[in-house]
């Protein structure tokens, strides 16, 4: 009987000890969540930073597609009427 009565403080002792060790173990992981989330923004502004770069880039490139598109189908052209 008395081993009965004892076991409600042992068991609210242990589920203190087990939440106590959870809070510890979660306010580790704190920082590393923190690091996680710094890194992550720097990912997003080096890739923002990309995606400007591309954006202006792009208007350019277009236009040198079109030329070269111009310049083949000028070739194409020629070289079908050499050939007839």
Do not use: C, N, W
Request: no cysteine; glycine share 2%; hydrophobic share 45%.
């Amino acid at each position: 009987m008395f081993s009965a009565v004892l076991a409600g403080p042992r068991v609210t002792v242990h589920l203190i000890r087990r939440l106590f060790a959870s809070v510890l173990e979660a306010a580790e992981t704190i920082p590393k969540i923190a690091t996680a989330v710094d890194e992550a923004r720097t990912t997003l502004r080096h890739l923002e930073r990309l995606l400007t770069y591309v954006a202006e880039e792009l208007p350019e490139l277009t236009d040198h597609l079109d030329q070269i598109r111009a310049r083949l189908t000028a070739l194409d052209e020629h070289t079908r009427t050499g050939a007839d």
